[in-house]
């Protein structure tokens, strides 16, 4: 059974900092390209970061550049976001996604998602 778990996420004041894991298990999570997504009420699902299975190649919405950092450890499974300076339009759900197209074969998995406040 595949499963994406999220972790880390809760209350900081504006400016704080969290750092969020995603533990994966169940696929060989080397070959996986993984994002983070987040959600915020009333608003569309976005993505904000991206980090390649290949070359370790990342992305990032222009809202975060310059304030979180997504990388990967693949001897424990796990992908990170690093928030800093956040902002109160940070205040989302963040989601964990896996995803992949390997030789015609398409996979995409997906956690339950962590709580982010940003509030004063």
């Known amino acids: 059974q595949v499963r994406l778990v999220e972790s880390g996420g809760g209350l900081v004041q504006p400016e704080g900092s969290l750092r969020l894991s995603c533990v994966v298990s169940?696929?060989?999570?080397?070959?996986?390209?993984m994002r983070w997504h987040r959600q915020a009420p009333g608003k569309e699902r976005e993505l904000v970061a991206g980090?390649?299975?290949?070359?370790?190649?990342?992305n990032y919405a222009d809202s975060v550049k310059g304030r979180f950092t997504i990388s990967r450890d693949n001897t424990e499974n796990t992908v990170y976001l690093q928030m800093n300076s956040l902002k109160p339009e940070d205040t989302a759900v963040y989601y964990c996604?896996?995803?992949?197209?390997?030789?015609?074969?398409?996979?995409?998995?997906w956690g339950q998602g962590t709580q982010v406040t940003v509030s004063s």
């Open positions: 996604n896996a995803v992949r197209l390997w030789f015609g074969r398409a996979s995409d998995y």
């Open positions: 169940g696929i060989t999570f080397s070959t996986y390209n």
């Open positions: 980090i390649t299975s290949a070359d370790g190649r990342t």
